[in-house]
């Protein structure tokens, strides 16, 4: 039995539901979920930069699974590829059992904006946050949304972008 070829499938199908997740919370090209407010324009337009690296966006998200009790070598991330760190991105998913999923993700959510993550918008059990030029997605998902998972299993991810400052 190959049980890494069903986390590469559980993890193939967690990063299509959360690239689904980030059209549906404004990070996408849809827009649906944009907050185009005023104070939104000018939150983003007169705070300052916090200053982020691929490292430390990294060291964030393992910090806040940690503060929420999760030990990040249950899950699986993606921080090579190639060879080298992706500049541009980090992730992290790990199968739970189903009760503990969501409230973990509330917990690491709680230990991000600590560390300066500004939470943008929430979509059911999805979170959108951003820190300087990255903006990471956090979700927790049952066995009911991802019928690969196994009965009585969530999955919670977090999947941190860099976005590309001269594209405003």
């Not at 943008?120 to 300087?132: I, L, N």
């Amino acid at each position: 039995m190959h049980r890494g070829t069903g986390l590469l499938t559980r993890h193939g199908l967690a990063l299509a539901v959360c690239a689904a997740a980030a059209v549906l919370t404004g990070c996408g090209s849809g827009g649906e979920g944009k907050d185009d407010s005023p104070a939104r324009a000018s939150s983003s337009a007169s705070a300052p930069a916090a200053t982020a690296t691929r490292d430390s966006v990294e060291a964030d998200i393992v910090a806040a699974l940690r503060k929420a009790g999760v030990d990040p070598a249950v899950g699986k991330s993606t921080p090579v590829r190639n060879g080298a760190k992706r500049p541009d991105a980090f992730d992290w998913m790990g199968v739970l059992r189903a009760p503990d999923a969501e409230p973990a993700r509330v917990a690491a959510g709680a230990e991000l904006e600590r560390l300066g993550w500004r939470k943008v918008s929430e979509r059911g059990t999805v979170h959108r946050y951003e820190k300087g030029e990255w903006s990471l997605l956090a979700g927790a998902m049952g066995a009911e949304r991802l019928p690969s998972l196994p009965e009585g299993t969530g999955m919670l991810s977090f999947t941190a972008t860099k976005l590309d400052g001269d594209a405003a």
